[in-house]
């Protein structure tokens, strides 16, 4: 009866309108295990595990700007150093990680 009801559930347009969003998100987050190291924790604890999947995150989305910048040749290097200035990383307990770009 359970998988009948979960079959009958997977009909409906709201299941499906949630499917599409997962199935959107799903080929990141493998990105980030497969490539990136989220599929075995580097440390101790859930604050370690939240500081790597956060710097993690950092890493993938800053390869994704790279790779905008470097195909759209056309942006203005004011552009670039708005962007660029600063990058703050709010880690567990209130603590923060800033860094300046070069």
């Not at 800053?62 to 200035?85: D, E, N």
């Amino acid at each position: 009866p359970e998988l009948y009801e979960y079959s009958q559930r997977a009909k409906t347009p709201e299941f499906i309108q949630e499917f599409r969003k997962r199935a959107k998100i799903e080929p990141k987050n493998a990105e980030l295990k497969r490539f990136h190291g989220l599929d075995r924790a580097k440390g101790y604890g859930l604050r370690s595990i939240r500081i790597q999947a956060k710097l993690t995150a950092l890493a993938v989305n800053l390869k994704r700007i790279a790779k905008l910048v470097s195909a759209s040749k056309g942006l203005s290097s004011f552009i670039l150093r708005f962007l660029f200035c600063r990058v703050q990383i709010n880690l567990p307990d209130g603590l923060w990680v800033t860094a300046r770009a070069a």
